[in-house]
């Protein structure tokens, strides 16, 4: 079937074309995919065995469906998707304002033009984009913007009268006929204007200015909405909710694997195609490890959530903050570095909603908490745990126990021994290379795990992340000072009145031991 060459109802109904329901159209499409093993919904990550099986499972039953789950969960980009499994044209009368099927109009326009027309009423085809429609759910949206209202011009220059559907303003719904509707935040809608939907979902008419129109609407409804218990923003009313055929619950993601494949998908990596960008992987598990201790978390309201837009924003940063010292200093090579790390810090602090009422900072000193107790985390993944020793069960040792040596001793000693190391964050990287090569046995160190790095910038970046490994494990000291981080001994740092394990550190033990 040719469809530019199919203008007319009469050449519609010659060709055979016949027209299915939304419904009927996603689930055949569905099958189609499903027999020949397509992937569904590209991008979505972290749901293939949760959320994306019971979605097809209601799609499949021709359901109307419930997103619902925290923020930041796709829930918007899932129902975004479900128009791909729409067909791509389907033909309508033309001019129609709710997309009439040419082989049963509901509209009154296009009921009177093939009254007129007949087999010569002009028909015209729309590529499933256009058959999409999103609304948020907003305090002020009120039936008129979703199902529409009485246009006084209309019924003055027909003269018709209101109760006429010839004299109606439609809404974005009945604009949807045919297609998919999304409203986002469901939950926002005031539950008036959710009464509103009840007829439009199970007894295909509505009602505008108390006048009943019947307007057997073709369309698949998806909501999305976040727990009903969230803060104050209302909830679902009952009849609605039993009018949902399916709710899905959404999840964050439940491996690190996955959260970092849907940060590197999201995030703007790709800046200066004059400047090679390296991220080491570790770097993206500290990002993704701080999401999911802020989730579990007992100073983090866990009732609001923390989005992925967290380590999305905070990956973006890290990279600025590589990507400006290599344009100051005039470097090809852009590297993030341990120091980099506080600078995710903005992108953290506004997502994360704090149980307890506090200073301004006090979203701050728990970000830099999480941090810290993500960085210990992702170390012991890449080296001896520096307090194994510690571990050990308590009673005599064996002979082969007391001959283990401390891998990190030498590194240790040299601090004790007065050993300091100052980072700034605007270092060229041949005084931030030389500055860790002060510290004793660092660099030795580093090197027995070559699987890590591949050139000089990774490996001076691995050496900064054992030191701040050894210090979230309190094995030396770090101070921040602006832009300025100072590693040293843990006893001199006590002595001195210093805070010895910074804020990340003291921080740290306090709220998360």
Same mark, same amino acid.
């Given at each position: 079937?040719?469809?530019?060459?199919?203008?007319?109802?009469?050449?519609?109904? *010659?060709?055979?074309?016949?027209?299915?329901?939304? *419904?009927?159209?996603?689930? =055949?499409?569905?099958?189609?995919?499903?027999?020949?093993?397509?992937?569904?919904?590209?991008?979505?990550?972290?749901?293939?065995?949760?959320?994306?099986?019971?979605?097809?499972?209601? +799609?499949?039953?021709?359901?109307?469906?419930?997103?619902?789950?925290?923020?930041?969960?796709?829930?918007?980009?899932?129902?975004? @998707?479900?128009?791909?499994?729409?067909?791509?044209?389907?033909?309508?009368?033309?001019?129609?304002?709710?997309?009439?099927?040419?082989?049963?109009?509901?509209?009154?326009?296009?009921?009177?033009?093939?009254?007129?027309?007949?087999?010569?009423?002009?028909?015209?085809?729309?590529?499933?984009?256009?058959?999409?429609?999103?609304?948020?759910?907003?305090?002020?949206?009120?039936?008129?913007?979703?199902?529409?209202?009485?246009?006084?011009?209309?019924?003055?220059?027909?003269?018709?009268?209101?109760?006429?559907?010839?004299?109606?303003?439609? $809404?974005?719904?009945?604009?949807? =006929?045919?297609?998919?509707?999304?409203?986002?935040?469901?939950?926002?809608?005031?539950?008036?204007?959710?009464?509103?939907? @009840?007829?439009?979902?199970?007894?295909?008419?509505?009602?505008?200015?108390?006048?009943?129109?019947?307007?057997?609407?073709?369309?698949?409804?998806?909501?999305?909405?976040?727990?009903?218990?969230?803060?104050?923003?209302?909830?679902?009313?009952?009849? +609605?909710?039993?009018?949902?055929?399916?709710?899905?619950?959404?999840?964050?993601?439940?491996?690190?694997?996955?959260?970092?494949?849907?940060?590197?998908?999201?995030?703007?990596?790709?800046?200066?195609?004059?400047?090679?960008?390296?991220?080491?992987?570790?770097?993206?598990?500290?990002?993704?490890?701080?999401?999911?201790?802020?989730?579990?978390?007992?100073?983090?309201?866990?009732?609001?959530?923390?989005?992925?837009?967290?380590?999305?924003?905070?990956?973006?940063?890290?990279?600025?903050?590589?990507?400006?010292?290599?344009?100051?200093?005039?470097?090809?090579?852009?590297?993030?570095?341990?120091?980099?790390?506080?600078?995710?810090?903005?992108?953290?602090?506004?997502?994360?909603?704090?149980?307890?009422? $506090?200073?301004?900072?006090?979203?701050?000193?728990? !970000?830099?908490?999480?941090?810290?107790?993500?960085?210990?985390?992702?170390?012991?993944?890449?080296?001896?745990?520096?307090?194994?020793?510690?571990?050990?069960?308590?009673?005599?040792?064996?002979?082969?126990? *007391?001959?283990?040596?401390?891998?990190?001793?030498?590194?240790?000693?040299?601090?004790?021994?007065?050993?300091?190391?100052?980072?700034?964050?605007?270092?060229?990287?041949?005084?931030?290379?030389?500055?860790?090569?002060?510290?004793? $046995?660092?660099?030795?160190?580093?090197?027995?795990?070559?699987?890590?790095?591949?050139?000089?910038?990774?490996? !001076?970046?691995?050496?900064?992340?054992? @030191?701040?490994? +050894?210090?979230?494990?309190?094995?030396?000291?770090?101070?921040?000072?602006?832009?300025?981080?100072?590693?040293?001994?843990?006893?001199?740092?006590?002595?001195?009145?210093?805070?010895?394990?910074?804020?990340?550190?003291?921080?740290?033990?306090?709220?998360? *031991?």
């Amino acid at each position: 079937m040719n469809r530019n060459e199919i203008r007319t109802l009469g050449q519609l109904k *010659k060709s055979g074309y016949r027209v299915l329901t939304v *419904k009927d159209e996603i689930r =055949n499409n569905l099958i189609k995919k499903i027999e020949n093993k397509e992937t569904f919904f590209k991008g979505i990550i972290g749901y293939d065995n949760s959320v994306i099986p019971s979605l097809i499972n209601s +799609l499949l039953s021709k359901h109307d469906i419930i997103l619902l789950g925290l923020r930041g969960q796709a829930k918007t980009k899932i129902a975004r @998707l479900i128009p791909e499994l729409l067909d791509e044209y389907i033909p309508i009368i033309k001019g129609s304002e709710i997309n009439d099927n040419p082989f049963n109009p509901i509209s009154k326009y296009s009921v009177d033009l093939i009254n007129d027309s007949g087999d010569e009423t002009e028909i015209e085809w729309i590529y499933r984009e256009q058959r999409y429609s999103e609304k948020l759910a907003t305090p002020d949206v009120n039936i008129a913007d979703l199902i529409g209202d009485i246009d006084p011009i209309k019924a003055a220059n027909h003269r018709l009268h209101y109760s006429h559907e010839g004299a109606i303003h439609f $809404g974005i719904i009945p604009r949807t =006929n045919r297609g998919v509707f999304v409203i986002n935040e469901l939950p926002d809608l005031q539950p008036r204007i959710q009464v509103g939907l @009840l007829n439009i979902m199970q007894e295909k008419d509505i009602q505008i200015r108390g006048f009943n129109i019947r307007i057997p609407l073709d369309i698949l409804m998806v909501f999305t909405a976040n727990p009903e218990d969230y803060t104050n923003r209302g909830n679902i009313i009952t009849p +609605l909710k039993d009018r949902i055929d399916s709710q899905i619950i959404t999840h964050y993601p439940k491996v690190l694997e996955d959260g970092i494949r849907i940060t590197e998908s999201n995030s703007w990596t790709e800046r200066n195609e004059k400047k090679k960008i390296h991220i080491p992987y570790y770097f993206r598990e500290i990002i993704e490890m701080t999401a999911m201790q802020a989730r579990v978390s007992e100073f983090v309201d866990q009732k609001s959530g923390v989005s992925a837009r967290l380590t999305i924003s905070s990956m973006e940063n890290l990279i600025s903050n590589a990507e400006r010292r290599s344009i100051m200093n005039n470097e090809d090579f852009i590297m993030p570095r341990m120091c980099d790390v506080l600078s995710i810090l903005p992108g953290i602090t506004g997502k994360v909603e704090l149980v307890f009422e $506090g200073e301004q900072e006090g979203s701050l000193k728990v !970000a830099k908490a999480l941090i810290s107790k993500s960085v210990r985390e992702i170390f012991k993944k890449y080296f001896p745990d520096p307090l194994q020793k510690l571990k050990k069960r308590s009673g005599e040792k064996s002979q082969q126990e *007391k001959s283990i040596k401390d891998p990190y001793s030498e590194i240790t000693e040299w601090f004790q021994f007065g050993g300091k190391v100052n980072i700034k964050d605007d270092m060229t990287f041949e005084k931030y290379f030389a500055e860790l090569k002060k510290v004793d $046995g660092l660099e030795n160190f580093v090197r027995k795990y070559p699987q890590y790095f591949e050139n000089d910038y990774e490996l !001076a970046s691995l050496m900064e992340f054992v @030191l701040d490994g +050894l210090h979230q494990n309190s094995k030396i000291a770090k101070d921040e000072l602006d832009s300025v981080i100072m590693y040293k001994d843990m006893l001199g740092s006590m002595f001195s009145g210093s805070s010895g394990a910074s804020e990340f550190g003291g921080y740290d033990e306090e709220y998360f *031991k």
